[in-house]
């Protein structure tokens, strides 16, 4: 049993080691252009792109609204918060170099709850800050033409006055160990906790009472006195949704629980 023990915990760090590399590459995702157009036109273009055929490639758009359409809502002790309205459709198209699509996304810049931190008074307006992810793609071309539809927006009138268009060189398959870290990592956790039930009896009454109060949520109190399938059961429920965490907390405090064997809390 304790090498079933090793052998899970060794699983479960694996897993996480494979959740943080997959963050490393989500971080680690390369810039390849960035450009910003002042009051843009009605649809934009930009110079062609070098991107690597290996990884995905992403596209954000990120915008400074103006809208004359401004609700102020009362927040009490938080001040006076501003929505601004605003509904502008915006439309990318990529292109390879013999002009066939590759991909092709649309994406909405619309309603707003900037608050004074992210809005700034533009005379009788409000100026704010919103972002579009147009996705992920996989490209077979290593350059790429790249333009982006601007649609009016028929319902608040709101305008762009600067449109910035970045396009990243992602890491291919962080999903893939994302998945891959997150299955080692459950599956790791649940076996560890089966052979931590069941390599010992365990009645200690203070380590019981202390995993009750702080682990009590996930079950450790349970997993500790032996109980893997009912310990189970009360970590996917979250502690019974918090019923059965007080109810196990009282129940060792008074030492009316015992562990897996019938021996009483010491």
């Known amino acids: ?3 079933l023990l090793t052998a899970s915990i060794s699983t479960l760090i694996v897993g996480l080691l494979l959740l943080a590399y997959a963050g490393y590459l989500g971080f680690s995702s390369n810039l390849v252009v960035s450009k910003t157009f002042d009051k843009p036109a009605s649809e934009i273009s930009l110079d062609p792109i ?3 055929t290996a990884n995905l490639v992403q596209i ?7 809208s004359k359409h401004i609700l102020q809502v009362d927040e009490g002790t938080d001040g006076i918060k501003k929505e601004a309205l605003a509904r502008i459709p915006l439309e990318v198209t990529i292109l390879n170099e013999n002009n066939q699509k590759i991909y092709s996304k649309s994406g909405t810049l619309d309603d707003f709850n900037s608050g004074f931190s992210k809005a700034e008074l533009y005379e009788d307006k409000i100026k704010v800050n919103q972002s579009v ?3 992920k793609f996989k490209s077979n071309a290593e350059i790429l033409k790249a333009t982006i539809k601007i ?8 305008t762009i006055q600067t449109l910035t268009i970045k396009v990243y060189d992602s890491v291919k398959a962080i999903s ?5 870290g997150l299955l080692f990592a459950f599956l790791g956790f649940f076996v560890a906790m089966f052979a931590w039930t069941k390599s010992a009896d365990r009645n ?12 009590g949520g996930i079950a450790l109190d349970r997993f500790y006195l032996g109980y893997f399938w009912l310990g189970l059961l009360k970590m996917m429920t979250f502690g019974g949704c918090g019923i059965w965490y007080v109810v196990d907390l009282i129940l060792i405090a008074t ?3 015992k562990n897996s064997n019938g021996q009483e809390l010491k």
């Open 133 to 135: 992810n147009f996705g």
């Open 255 to 257: 030492k009316g629980m």
């Open 151 to 158: 649609n009016p927006d028929t319902e608040y009138g709101a």
């Open 1 to 3: 049993m304790n090498k």
């Open 204 to 215: 200690d009454f203070t380590m019981a009472i202390i995993l009750s109060v702080i682990f």
């Open 60 to 66: 954000k758009a990120s915008a400074k609204v103006i």
């Open 176 to 180: 893939s160990f994302v998945k891959l």
């Open 50 to 52: 070098n991107v690597n």
